[in-house]
């Protein structure tokens, strides 16, 4: 019923929202003198504060049209190569005019913990001059219908294998937050199998491994409430007239007002500077607080059953550094990898994955030689630094490249030549 109200309410807000919008276009018409007066640019700047505090903001998109290789302008392509009903997978194929350029071929997966791939549209964009790039991009639960079946951490777990059996030999896979988990799940199962297709590396980056160490306020909550509380109070269906109608939900909308509760003062304090900034037309500063929550505040809903058996295997049972995570009804053995090289990135003040946690996975990955494995933390940023901002392209994005390049099995093409397909 509260999902309901949810949508009741947005779409009770949906006139004030047009008419604010509306008058807000009026206060900033440059015909209009009120316009250029102080009275006009505080209506205006309050006008588009309450437009964009009350709309649902909607998937964004990558928008990554080109790269630079060598001082060149590249053209990408942005191409769905595999699709499932809960996830497709994007590859970024890059437009060379000098074939036979070998370069790893990257899997990054990204988190189903809220918001939509495009969260990483700064990991992308660091690793194109350098890799062929694919990236999973998990589709919103409420867009799923019932008739598409069901989506757990076992789905998502073989969702990783049968992509990585897409891609072929020799690829990296970079997993960011959330599934760290599984893709460490699916490589553990397919060394255990000795799929020749394991990929060649794996980099974790502030991944949630072990969260009974350095635990956030994110982990304690986990363990503060029994599985119980979290199916009977942020479980709910999908309402009408959604495609994914009845299907039950941890919607998007739940986990956005977490995260944004852990820092209410700091959103607030950049809803402030906002209407400051447009007060005082300094468009530069709005437009990048604008870039930055229409991504932050476009969210997704996750099916129940994906979630709570993540929260219960991952957060309260801690399965998988104990050896008790179970994939089908086979036990996922970490012990088991030996020839896919791992990587661990951590960030200093991350206050969502705690420092220690993703570099559990080199303890509970022994038979990893030692020339195959690194661990880095990355000093000064929490836990979107990890994979954006300019510490990451600086100091993190060359350390996995270099990782990558290192551990690459054989060297191959994976360029375009202009006009063709893939090498």
């Not at 053209?75 to 997978?89: G, S, Y």
């Not at 820092?263 to 400051?276: T, V």
Request: aromatic share 10%; hydrophobic share 40%.
């Amino acid at each position: 019923m509260f999902y309901q109200l949810y949508e009741i309410n947005h779409a009770m807000m949906a006139p004030w929202r047009a008419a604010a919008d509306a008058m807000r276009m009026a206060y900033t018409n440059p015909l209009n003198p009120i316009a250029h007066t102080y009275m006009g640019r505080n209506l205006a700047a309050g006008l588009e504060v309450f437009e964009r505090s009350t709309r649902r903001y909607g998937k964004p998109e990558f928008g990554l049209t080109e790269t630079i290789i060598d001082g060149k302008a590249i053209a990408i392509d942005e191409t769905i190569v595999w699709r499932q009903p809960f996830c497709n997978l994007i590859h970024f194929e890059r437009i060379l005019e000098r074939p036979g350029r070998s370069d790893p071929r990257v899997l990054i997966v990204a988190p189903m913990s809220g918001h939509y791939a495009t969260l990483l549209r700064g990991t992308v964009e660091a690793m194109l001059p350098s890799s062929d790039v694919y990236i999973t991009d998990w589709i919103d639960a409420r867009m799923v219908p019932l008739a598409d079946g069901s989506f757990d951490l076992d789905d998502y777990i073989e969702y990783v294998i049968d992509m990585l059996h897409f891609l072929g030999p020799d690829t990296h896979v970079i997993a960011v937050c959330q599934p760290a988990v599984p893709v460490l799940a699916a490589a553990a199962i397919m060394e255990g199998r000795k799929d020749p297709l394991a990929p060649a590396s794996m980099t974790l980056m502030g991944g949630p491994i072990d969260t009974r160490i350095n635990p956030t306020a994110v982990n304690q909550l986990a363990k503060e409430k029994p599985i119980e509380w979290f199916r009977d109070n942020v479980v709910m269906p999908v309402p009408f007239p959604q495609p994914g109608f009845m299907r039950p939900v941890y919607p998007g909308f739940l986990q956005l007002s977490g995260f944004m509760s852990m820092n209410l003062d700091r959103h607030l304090i950049a809803q402030k500077d906002f209407f400051d900034h447009l007060v005082k037309n300094d468009g530069d500063a709005a437009e990048k607080h604008r870039d930055f929550y229409d991504e932050y505040l476009a969210v997704m809903d996750l099916t129940a059953e994906f979630y709570l058996q993540t929260v219960d295997t991952v957060f309260m049972r801690h399965a998988l550094p104990k050896g008790e995570m179970m994939y089908r009804g086979e036990r996922v053995d970490t012990s088991a990898i030996r020839k896919v090289a791992l990587f661990t990135v951590e960030g200093e003040n991350d206050d969502i994955s705690g420092v220690g946690q993703t570099e559990a996975a080199q303890t509970i990955c022994p038979n990893i030689p030692d020339t195959m494995r690194q661990h880095y933390v990355q000093p000064d940023v929490g836990h979107y630094g990890v994979f954006n901002g300019s510490r990451f392209r600086r100091e993190i994005a060359p350390r996995i490249m270099a990782f990558q390049r290192q551990h690459d099995r054989k060297s191959r093409p994976v360029a375009v030549i202009k006009g063709g397909k893939s090498a």
